[in-house]
Each structure stands twice: as structure tokens, then as C-alpha cells.
């Protein structure tokens, strides 16, 4: 069976440090990856999307970065955090091609605070 | 470009009534998916249906039912008889057939009050 591992699941950082965020899934090859953020009471933001190896949609210009290494892992990095990156951080995957009538399975969740 | 619009913000029941969740998409692809999740307070989503383009079939589950228009861009949710477990974020997301990019609307908090 798929499963998604997210981590950390609390992270308290302080503004001008760096960010790593990793997302791994296992039991599936070739998925679509997805980072989303939520900030308190709002809705889910894209961040980015992946389809394949090193290949990263950015959807909001911002302070954040994602990559893609290996077929099954995302990470979201920061050289520099802000204030504004506070937030709950969530990492998805999806099957493409012939099984794309399935759900996105969602990791759960990193709570980020910057101080 | 690709949009999902779940106008009502906030919604308040009380516990027996019934409630529809409102979702309107914008999309120029032919193929693509829509989807309904669930956010409880925990914060885990919880998926809830799914229905690609080609399927207007609208669905009855339990007390939950959805109905999808494709001649108003639209994917509804009703919960028949609400109960306060049902209370949390509810979204209502597009998945492009062709680019593979999922987008979330702004949420629907609804609460169910005994």
C-alpha cells in the first residue's frame, strides 16, 4: 500500500534562518507531488507541483523553493524565513496517466511558526 | 487558467437541517477532476469524492450527496440531517487533466450547532 511521510510535524524557526520541509512517499513510482500551505482560518494555497524528476511548477513568487532529487521525494527549502511563512504546510501525491481517477492522499501536515 | 470559488466563507446550522456547499470551477480542459475533502479540526484532509469530467452522474452516499453541472461549472455538496460531527473545513478542489495541477477553493467552514 501507498503511504506519505511528512516531516517534521512542529517546527518553530526563527526569521532569517533556513527551511527544509521533506516529503517522501512509498509504494507508488512516477506520482505527481504537491506543496501546499495554509495559513490560520484560510484556505489551501498551491505551492508547487511536480510531474517528474527535477521538473517544479512554482505558482506564488515567494521566499520558498521545492525539489524534486529522487522519483519519491519533495523537499520545500527557504534560504531565509520570514514572518509571513508561518503556516501549516501540507504535501501531497497523486497517481498520473491511466490511474489518474484517483484522490491526492495528503501528508500530515507540518505547523511551521516563525519567531 | 484554472479557478475553484467556494463563495460561502462560513456557514451555522443547527444539528437536523440540511446544508448545501456550494462549488464553482473554471478550467479549459476537457479532462479533468473535481474533488471534495474534509478538514477537521485536526488539520488531516480527508477525502470525501471524486468525479472526472466525463461522469455528470451525481452521487448519494450516506447523508452526503453531490451534484455536478457541467452546464454551470459546478460541484455541489448537500448534507442531509447534519450532526455537529460533521462541523469542519470542507474543500472543494480542480485537478487538470493535462498539466496534473490541483488546486484547492478558499474552504467552507461549516458548523453544525446542537
Known amino acids: 500500500s501507498q503511504t506519505i511521510h511528512q516531516w517534521p510535524a512542529t517546527l518553530v524557526q526563527p526569521v532569517g534562518s533556513p527551511l527544509s520541509l521533506e516529503c517522501t512517499v512509498e509504494g507508488t513510482s512516477n506520482p505527481n507531488l504537491y506543496w501546499y500551505r495554509q495559513a490560520a482560518g484560510r484556505g489551501l494555497q498551491l505551492l508547487f507541483y511536480?510531474?517528474?524528476?527535477?521538473?517544479i511548477s512554482s505558482e506564488v513568487p515567494q521566499n520558498l523553493s521545492a525539489s524534486r532529487p529522487q522519483d519519491r521525494q519533495f523537499i520545500l527549502s527557504s534560504k531565509k524565513l520570514l514572518l509571513s511563512d508561518s503556516g501549516f504546510y501540507l504535501c501531497a501525491w497523486k497517481a498520473q496517466g491511466a490511474t489518474m481517477n484517483t484522490e491526492a492522499f495528503f501528508g500530515q501536515g507540518t505547523r511551521l511558526t516563525v519567531v | 487558467a484554472q479557478k475553484v470559488t467556494q463563495a460561502q466563507t462560513e456557514i451555522s446550522v443547527v444539528e437536523k437541517e440540511d446544508v448545501t456547499l456550494d462549488c464553482v470551477y473554471e478550467?479549459?480542459?476537457?479532462?479533468?477532476?473535481l474533488f471534495w475533502y474534509k478538514q477537521p479540526p485536526s488539520g488531516e484532509l480527508v477525502f470525501l469524492i471524486r468525479?472526472?469530467?466525463?461522469?455528470?452522474q451525481n452521487e448519494i452516499s450516506g447523508r452526503y450527496s453531490w451534484n455536478f453541472q457541467k452546464s454551470t461549472s459546478s460541484f455541489n455538496f448537500t448534507i442531509t440531517a447534519s450532526q455537529v460531527v460533521d462541523s469542519a473545513v470542507y474543500f472543494c478542489a480542480l485537478l487538470s487533466g493535462n498539466t496534473g495541477k490541483l488546486i484547492f477553493g478558499q474552504g467552507t467552514t461549516l458548523q453544525v450547532k446542537p
Open positions: 478550467t479549459r480542459d476537457t479532462t479533468y477532476y
Open positions: 511536480s510531474v517528474g524528476i527535477g521538473q
Open positions: 468525479r472526472n469530467s466525463f461522469d455528470e
